[in-house]
């Protein structure tokens, strides 16, 4: 019966280019020879150029042949759909030719049914690393077969199915839940949100190191405080002097008003230096936790490169 569908043709079939009429004569002659992979080429050819039911056809009769039995169920499924109605003896016989076809591969192939849940339609389906069209009616070969869907947020599911020969088997696709933060009350303004309790209690980043901002703050807070201490003591040793120089009656006193401008200048030099590294110190405490997490330092040819996110 399949040798005899080869020659079945069309009452008037539709006008060919040149090159399809000798790419039609090439592959029958081929199958009459039973050379059925250069019969594969010449119709996969000529169903590239003019992708007509008959090419369709005569490709999954070829793959029958072949035992391709996954292609030529896929090929000759298609080719049952798209044939209209028979009008006649030779189109009947051509119509029962195809579905016996058809039935006879079904018997050596599985048929995976693979869907996702209602409203989440996945952007690719690959079996066994092939890309499929048409999800509900995937033919395989029995034995195991890989699937992997990707949805349109990026999210991949994997499954593995195990499928006999004549079996239809349905396969769910889940995808991983997408994690959201929690909806805030009826009427809020949206915006960031602002930290929990449990977030202020919680951990400092991971580059963030505790010790460091706690001696650094520490050390900040204890220098700007000597500093004050020592100009409040600068000032008071700058008033006594001034008051022993106006006494008059203080010789003595007048005498080491000149060595007191020293001493109070010192004082002052002190207080100013310690009140600087203090400021130096917090700032560069508040860059520090700021940064910690995001800056990247990369070497280079006579320096380095410092990349700071903010």
């Known amino acids: 019966m399949v040798l005899a569908s080869f020659h079945l043709r069309a009452a008037e079939p539709p006008p060919r ?116 069209e048409r999800a509900d009616r995937v033919y395989v070969l029995p034995g195991r077969h890989e699937i992997v869907a990707m949805a349109h947020d990026g999210r991949l599911a994997r499954v593995s199915v195990t499928v006999k020969a004549a ?63 020592l100009h409040v003591a600068a000032n008071s040793a700058e008033t006594e002097r001034l008051a022993a120089l106006c006494d008059s009656t203080s010789a003595d006193r007048a005498a080491q008003a000149p060595a007191s401008v020293e001493g109070v200048s010192t004082l002052s030099h002190l207080g100013t230096a310690s009140l600087t590294a203090g400021a130096l110190l917090g700032v560069a405490t508040l860059v520090y936790v700021v940064v910690a997490d995001d800056t990247q330092v990369r070497p280079r040819p006579g320096g380095a490169e410092v990349k700071v996110t903010w």
């Open 167 to 229: 079996e239809s088997q349905g396969v769910p696709i889940v995808f991983e839940p997408i994690e959201s933060r929690p909806a805030g009350p009826a009427g809020a303004v949206g915006g960031p949100l602002a930290p929990t309790r449990e977030a202020l209690a919680g951990p400092a980043p991971p580059g963030v190191k505790p010790w460091v901002v706690a001696g650094g703050a520490t050390a900040a807070v204890g220098l700007l405080v000597t500093g004050i201490g």
């Open 17 to 132: 280019s040149k090159e399809l009429d000798a790419l039609y004569k090439q592959a029958e002659a081929a199958m009459k020879r039973l050379d059925m992979g250069e019969a594969r080429r010449l119709w996969a050819r000529i169903h590239h150029l003019d992708p007509s039911i008959m090419a369709l056809c005569q490709l999954g009769v070829v793959d029958t042949r072949l035992s391709r039995w996954d292609m030529a169920a896929e090929e000759l499924s298609e080719c049952a759909a798209r044939m209209p109605p028979p009008k006649n003896a030779l189109e009947r016989r051509r119509w029962e030719v195809r579905h016996a076809d058809l039935a006879r591969v079904l018997q050596e192939v599985g048929v995976l049914d693979i869907f996702t849940a209602p409203g989440v339609a996945p952007e690719r389906i690959l079996v066994d690393g092939r890309k499929i």
